[in-house]
């Protein structure tokens, strides 16, 4: 078996740009790690993730499920002692992952997040029922946790099958404008450090 | 004196946690709490916008905020679903920095000028409300009901963005239930994760989150757990019967939302609290 490995020496750099936080910073404490609630259900762990993003490894961030297993509860964040806003920093993976086609076959979570997004997208709101269905429908076998739990709330009537819109016409626009000016941003930055490097590569 | 909030239901509370709106409500009609819900409010962007288009992320909350302060006129937002909540306090936050501002103006449409206080459902009853008008307002108060207080990860996380007094160890809840009659119990998982949305995908991760939390709580006496976000109290009670099924010792431990304790306290009928919704039973420690 051959072994690859593919390095980026931008990805610390391209995380800068997206969310404005410098993993040069870390220096290894672990305190993120220690805190951590998912960090034993993966072979990654934050400070394994920023030191891989100081590296430019991409593979250990982007091959891992640890990044997707990240439920944004900001206890790293909170604990940093150089102030790293680590959550921002696996955010911001979560957007070059899914920008450069690098989720893992076994997050599940990823592919949630976005049904989740479309959903609120498409009505304004987010619509479990509809989150759940789809859920099913791309990943069935999903259906078996989904029925050890279902049916128990819908006797309890903690299931709510209907749906209020919200303004979906706002929603559209904001979607579509805060879209285009990220693109436009993208650009302004990569030209910005391409003027930097003297067109070079 | 009467006060009015605009208020921000959020997703969940029209879904899932259709009990957490309703005492929420009752409990604010008791207290002389006027709720202006936001018309034709959007989702706040929850866990999903901030990893895929953070400007959206920023420019949803800060589009409500801006329709409060300028279309209700108001100066403050109740906004009890504890993940809404974090959406808000981080929107506010971030277009504090002029070049994020201009950006969410441009998606909003108009400016925010920052006149607005958001509040989750612990600061309107500790604050908006009081400690002492609360107390002043209970008819049917706990006799000494041992609580453990759950604050979960976003009421006081990241403290940048939420200004909590104390990030790891919260006390502000466990005074609300102090002044309704309860005793709150010292514990350890205050502040730990419940595993929020992996509950749709990574249940087995879950239940070892919910469990440890829960373990604790009982450790330390607890007769009930009380919980200020919906997908914490969802996790909470909802994963038990899960967990029994893996640990037949499992003793199950109620799971209530805080505006459910205010809401009995001050006199709200058990309809309106949606007692029955829970899987694991809350009637015996309401009654």
Redesign the interface.
Known sequence: MTTTCTVSPLLAENVGTGCGENAYKCYQCKRCTSGCPVALYSDMHPAMIMRAVQLGQLDMVFDDKFIWLCTGCETCTTRCPQGIDIAAIIDELKIIARRDGRIPADAPSAVMLKLNYDSFVRWGRMWEVELITRDVLKRPTSVKSWLSLGPKMMLKGKINPTLKRGNTMAMKRMVQTSESITKANRQRQADAAAAHTGGES | MSKTLAYYPG??L?????EFDASFRASARALDLTLLEIP????C????????????AT??PV?ELAKVEQDMKLDAVAVPCAACYSRFKTGAHEVEDAETAA?VR????RAYAGGVTVQNLIDVYHDAVGLEELAARVTRPFRGLKIACYYG??LT???KVTLADD??YPTHMDDVVRAIGCEPVDWNYK???C????A????G?VDD?VSRILNDAKACGADAVAVACPLCQ?NLD??Q??IL?KNSSWQTIPVIFLSQLVGRAVGVSDKELGL????VDIAAVMA
């Open positions: 997703c969940s029209h879904g899932t946690s259709g034709g409010w959007d989702c962007g929850n866990t999903a916008a901030h990893s895929i288009n953070r400007l959206l420019a949803l589009n950006d441009a998606v909003v449409g990860c976003l996380r990241p403290p990030p790891e502040t730990d994760c595993g929020a949305s992996l749709l995908t990574e249940q991760i989150l969802v909802g994963r019967s899960e099924r029955k919704k829970h899987l």
